[in-house]
């Protein structure tokens, strides 16, 4: 049994973005066969309450890192970068979205800022997949931090002290 006030919620959220988005777009020149693109990300979207972080989760179709997609006219796009654009007009050249909830699958507007590509690497450098320390518990900043061409991250503390290890071993030997 679905909690009432979430529910209340949900309505309150979904009545707004439909408002933004109608305003925003007023009356675009789309054909009559394809459902307008808020009125799907609408249907799509499972609205969170807010004491579980309030994320609009997109429920179609996911891609590689989490991410929500939607085909537009036969183009495929991102599902928050849809819905972001809906409403605030095409990102800049340059700049990307940031998930701030950090949850690649959200595409709730509040959550989303449009940020210069490096700060947005650099972010999810600290926080990838919500992930902020290595499995010893050592922070994942700029400064511990070491990136692998593959993407993945490597803790630098581990790595010294895996080298002190070794050194240690051998002097043992
Ligand atoms: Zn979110
Ligand atoms: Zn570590």
């Known amino acids: 049994m679905p909690d009432r006030l979430a529910t209340l919620e949900r309505d309150a959220i979904l009545r707004a973005l439909?408002?933004?988005?109608?305003?925003?777009?007023?009356?675009?020149?789309?054909?009559?066969?394809?459902?307008?693109?808020a009125e799907r990300l609408r249907r799509l979207t499972h609205v969170l309450p807010e004491e579980a972080g309030g994320c609009h989760v997109f429920l179609g179709q996911?891609?590689?890192?989490?991410?929500?997609?939607?085909?537009?006219?036969?183009r495929k796009i991102l599902a928050h970068r849809a819905?972001?654009?809906l409403v605030n007009g095409p990102i800049r050249d340059g700049f990307d979205l940031d998930h701030l909830c950090r949850l690649s699958c959200c595409?709730?507007?509040?959550?989303?800022?449009?940020?210069?590509t490096a700060v947005n690497v650099r972010r999810g450098l600290v926080c990838m997949n919500g992930v902020t320390h290595c499995p010893q518990g050592h922070?994942?900043?700029?400064?511990?931090?070491?990136?692998?061409?593959?993407?993945?991250?490597?803790?630098?503390?581990?790595l010294r002290l895996k080298a002190r290890e070794k050194r240690a071993a051998q002097r043992a030997a």
Do not use: M, W
């Open 18 to 37: 439909a408002i933004e988005v109608r305003r925003s777009h007023p009356s675009p020149g789309r054909s009559p066969k394809e459902t307008p693109l």
């Open 107 to 116: 595409i709730r507007l509040s959550h989303l800022e449009a940020v210069p």
């Open 62 to 74: 996911l891609i590689k890192g989490g991410y929500g997609r939607v085909t537009i006219e036969g």
């Open 139 to 158: 922070a994942y900043d700029d400064t511990n931090t070491y990136l692998q061409k593959k993407g993945s991250r490597v803790c630098r503390t581990c």
């Open 83 to 85: 819905a972001f654009e």
